[in-house]
């Protein structure tokens, strides 16, 4: 499974555009990238997930370039709701018998 | 929508006690899986289980072992708990196929003293 490295903690304001980057230099032909947010106290939740170049839904978008070894998530206009930890994973979920891994992730602490 | 259930929110045990963790999720999902999350660790895996009976080892097994009779049904066992199994207990579970969402249950705060 390919590791991620991706920062501890960031900070920003509300109303700001935080854009949280994370490396995969290993990544696989068949892995795909996921973002998982947690809220404190509660089990994380998908965000969003892209195999390459961009993917955009409502609460996020995530950026992919061609070599693949690298992904950023794109937060717009952040709020003080959005203060959570967010977690890069990159693997094969197609595959029986795989497990997604969690690392640490990037704590973002929104102020106003 | 999906549902992922623990059986207690808050688990107060002593040292020594074989502890029972229950995860039930209702969509039929094929994959299951137990993570701790301690502070400055982030999640790490325990186990997992791609079918009914099935079993995988995940980063940390060691002190637990699991169980899976039933697709539903996923149950982290702590066959003698001890100090440092102090934690938050993760479920979640994952439909079979190319999908990386997995959903996750509200947390088991586990305490052994």
């Known amino acids: 499974l390919a590791k991620t490295t991706q920062p501890i903690s960031m900070d920003s304001y509300e109303g700001q555009e935080v854009n949280i980057t994370c490396s995969h230099n290993?990544?696989?032909?068949?892995?795909?990238i996921t973002w998982y947010q947690q809220f404190p106290s509660q089990g994380p939740r998908f965000i969003i997930q892209?195999?390459?170049t961009k993917v955009t839904n409502e609460v996020a978008s995530l950026f992919i370039p061609a070599d693949r070894k690298s992904s950023t998530l794109s937060l717009p206009r952040v709020s003080l709701s959005d203060t959570a930890v967010y977690y890069c994973?990159?693997?094969?979920?197609?595959?029986?018998?795989?497990?997604?891994?969690f690392g640490k992730g990037t704590t973002l602490s929104v102020s106003s | 929508d999906v549902k992922v259930t623990q059986s207690s929110r808050y688990l107060v045990k002593r040292t020594g006690e074989k502890v029972f963790l229950e995860c039930v999720q209702d969509?039929?999902?094929?994959?299951m899986f137990w993570y701790r999350q301690d502070p400055g660790l982030g999640l790490r895996l325990i186990y997992f289980?791609?079918?009914?009976?099935?079993?995988e080892k995940g980063d940390i097994p060691e002190g637990y072992s699991v169980s899976r009779e039933k697709k539903e049904r996923f149950s982290l066992i702590l066959e003698s708990a001890s100090t440092n199994q102090t934690s938050m207990y993760l479920c979640?579970?994952?439909?079979?196929?190319?999908?990386?969402?997995?959903?996750f249950g509200p947390g088991t705060r586990l305490t052994v003293t």
């Open positions: 969509m039929d999902h094929e994959n």
């Open positions: 290993n990544i696989a032909t068949n892995d795909y």
């Open positions: 892209g195999y390459k």
């Open positions: 994973l990159v693997g094969d979920a197609n595959q029986a018998g795989t497990a997604l891994i």
């Open positions: 979640a579970s994952r439909k079979g196929g190319p999908t990386y969402e997995q959903y």
């Open positions: 289980s791609y079918d009914v009976k099935m079993k």
